[in-house]
C-alpha cells in the first residue's frame, strides 16, 4: 500500500499550464504503475495518462495527447503531470492513483490520493 498526495492545481486561464505533482510515501513507489484521472463536475472519473515503473512507458487518453506529459522521478518517489494548452473542458478534480497492474481501468487502481482541484477560466 503507498499513500498519495497530489499538489500544484490551481486556477489558470485558457492556453496556460500547470504541472500537477503527486508524492508517495509508504510503499516501494518504483514498484507501481501511475495513473492520472480526472473527475469534472457530474461527471464520472476518467482516466488521462499513466506511466509504467520506469517511466519508459507511458500512455494517455486521445483528449490530452500532445498536451499533457507524465513522467515520474523514483528517486524522489515522485510522478508528475504537465499539462500545456489547457482548455476549460479540462476543468476538474485531478487524482493520481497507484497499481501494479497497468491499465486504464479504476478498478485496477489501490491507492488514491485525495485529488486537486484545477479550474481553466475561458
Known amino acids: 500500500q503507498v499513500h498519495l498526495v497530489e499538489s500544484g492545481g490551481g486556477l489558470v486561464e485558457t492556453g496556460g499550464s500547470l504541472r500537477l505533482s503527486c508524492s508517495a510515501s509508504g510503499g516501494t513507489f518504483s514498484s507501481y504503475t501511475i495513473g492520472w484521472f480526472r473527475q469534472a463536475p457530474g461527471k464520472e472519473r476518467e482516466f488521462i495518462a499513466l506511466?509504467?515503473?520506469?517511466?519508459?512507458?507511458?500512455y494517455y487518453t486521445d483528449s490530452v495527447k500532445g498536451r499533457f506529459t507524465i513522467s515520474r522521478d523514483n528517486a524522489k518517489n515522485t510522478a508528475y503531470l504537465q499539462m500545456n494548452s489547457l482548455k476549460p473542458e479540462d476543468t476538474a478534480v485531478y487524482y493520481c492513483?497507484?497499481?501494479?497492474?497497468?491499465?486504464?481501468?479504476?478498478?485496477?487502481?489501490?491507492?488514491w490520493g485525495q485529488g486537486t482541484q484545477v479550474t481553466v477560466s475561458s
Open positions: 506511466t509504467t515503473w520506469s517511466g519508459l512507458n507511458t
Open positions: 492513483a497507484a497499481t501494479t497492474t497497468p491499465g486504464t481501468r479504476e478498478v485496477e487502481y489501490d491507492d
